[in-house]
Nanobody
């Protein structure tokens, strides 16, 4: 079993920045990929960014150039640095791990509004 605990959400004005953190505990030895999904009200859950155990990254087109995913393997933590935030980035952000089963965090709200 794997437990994922997220932090760092909140409210920010357009153009601002936030950093999300997700710390994994439990059986993380088999981790293949970690990342972040988001879900806005009434919409499907979309993959935002992910990173493999080898360090390869993926970004959805709608965040390329604005968001950066990184890890601290010593802390079993994955980060999502979000810059140049837009109102359309408003959503609940979920941490995800494939190990190889899928695990999810509880979600953290990000609100971008003036």
């Amino acid at each position: 079993q794997v437990q994922l605990v997220e932090s760092g959400g909140g409210g920010v004005q357009p153009g601002g920045s936030l950093r999300l953190s997700c710390t994994a505990s439990g059986n993380t030895f088999s981790m293949r990929r970690m990342g972040w999904y988001r879900q806005a009200p009434g919409k499907q859950r979309d993959l935002v960014a992910s990173i493999s155990s080898g360090g390869s990254t993926y970004y959805a087109d709608f965040v390329k150039g604005r968001f950066t995913i990184s890890t601290d393997n010593a802390k079993n933590t994955v980060y999502l640095q979000m810059d140049s935030l837009k109102p359309e980035d408003t959503a609940v952000y979920y941490c995800w791990m494939a190990s190889p089963n899928n695990y999810w965090g509880q979600g953290t709200q990000v609100t971008v509004s003036s």
